[in-house]
């Protein structure tokens, strides 16, 4: 029981990580894959990086919330309920970069190098770490039947 838990703090943890990094990653000025520098003028990948600050600070909120009921080991089926959240709120910081705000069109600025696929492969690897807290959260929920 004991190993299984641990696997639950980590991987919910790991997505209050991932949510911070997509909140505060595409930035201006302070993220590390920032967009737009300080001062620049404001182009489509700015608003693309307000917009992931929401959505990454939903996802590590979620991300905590799992974490609490990792701790205690109870409420499963919150804990799916909050991982399927947490996919959703994924998929919406994906689409908001890809497509529903997009970033700027010409492929030779900064927004294409760090600002796109930086933000996509930090938020597969968060919905990697969610789906093997459902994974962990259905075998315990499993054993508990037999």
């Not at 399927?84 to 190098?113: F, T």
Request: charged content about 10%; hydrophobic content about 55%.
């Amino acid at each position: 029981m004991m190993v299984k838990l641990n696997i639950g703090i980590i991987t919910s943890l790991a997505t209050v990580a991932i949510g911070l990094l997509i909140a505060i990653g595409p930035q201006p000025g302070i993220g590390p894959f920032d967009v737009c520098g300080p001062g620049a003028t404001k182009m489509v990948c700015y608003w693309t990086s307000r917009a992931e600050l929401g959505i990454g600070a939903a996802i590590a909120l979620l991300g905590a919330a799992l974490s609490a009921i990792s701790v205690t080991g109870r409420q499963r089926g919150a804990g799916v309920g909050l991982a399927i959240g947490v996919i959703v709120n994924s998929a919406l910081a994906i689409l908001v970069a890809v497509s529903l705000i997009g970033i700027c069109g010409n492929e030779m600025m900064h927004c294409h190098d760090h600002a796109l696929p930086a933000p996509l492969a930090i938020t597969i690897l968060g919905v990697i770490a969610i789906l093997l807290s459902v994974a962990r959260i259905w075998s315990d929920k499993n054993a508990e039947r037999t």
